[in-house]
């Protein structure tokens, strides 16, 4: 349960202007921060907002960045900017802003903030796609916290995968040893493994058989 301090807050974030709760933003916005224009000039033109992206952004930041700032510039080109900054703690960041004497640009980011601030997630499908090829850089690693992941290194068989080479030819029949990618390990090709193999190799057949309507008659 929230503290009364922090109940506090929301009531006063609730209660303040939006472009009262934006002014005190950029004054704080740039501390710390490599500014490679007039500040005073900028600031009096622009408004930082609470929408960022920091240099070691996960899946959701990156999504809700990407998302975000791509609705705001292309319904309000001329209304908003993002900014990137060198920071001597936090390393690179970007920042969106807004116009101060565009309402309209204004109005849109504060739709933005609230909605990020009751659920968090900008486009659910996109933070999905956007977490998926995070948790798997290519087609063999697995980063997923999910034992369930329905990925091909979560999921796969390496009987499947040493039957496949040997149809192949990537692995030769008289192999004494093989690797699995997946896995990163090497196997001896002992009886057991040919075993395997051999079932794996059956399974493929008969399922391209069934496929093509001719399992019956094969049996």
Not at 4 to 13: L, S, V
Not at 31 to 51: L, N, P, Q, V
Not at 127 to 148: G, L, T, V
Request: net charge negative.
């Amino acid at each position: 349960m929230p503290g009364a301090r922090t109940r506090r807050i929301d009531r006063i974030r609730k209660a303040m202007p939006f472009t009262e709760e934006l002014e005190k933003l950029t004054e704080q916005a740039h501390e710390g921060a490599s500014f490679h224009r007039d500040r005073d000039e900028f600031t009096r033109m622009w408004y930082a907002t609470s929408i960022m992206r920091t240099r070691d952004a996960g899946p959701l930041e990156e999504s809700n960045w990407t998302v975000v700032t791509d609705d705001l510039v292309q319904s309000h080109p001329d209304g908003v900017e993002t900014h990137s900054f060198g920071h001597w703690a936090c390393g690179n960041y970007d920042r969106l802003y807004v116009r101060r004497d565009d309402a309209l640009a204004i109005r849109a980011v504060q739709n933005w903030v609230t909605r990020l601030s009751d659920y968090g997630i900008a486009d659910e499908e996109h933070y999905s796609e956007m977490e998926w090829d995070h948790n798997h850089p290519n087609e063999i690693e697995c980063y997923s916290s999910d034992p369930e992941c329905s990925c091909d290194a979560n999921t796969h068989d390496c009987a499947d995968m040493l039957a496949a080479g040997i149809a192949s030819g990537d692995i030769a029949g008289d192999a004494t040893e093989w690797y699995c990618g997946f896995c990163s390990e090497w196997y001896d090709m002992d009886a057991e493994w040919r075993k395997r193999a051999r079932s794996a190799a059956y399974r493929v057949e008969c399922a391209a058989l069934e496929a093509a309507g001719q399992l019956a008659l094969s049996i």
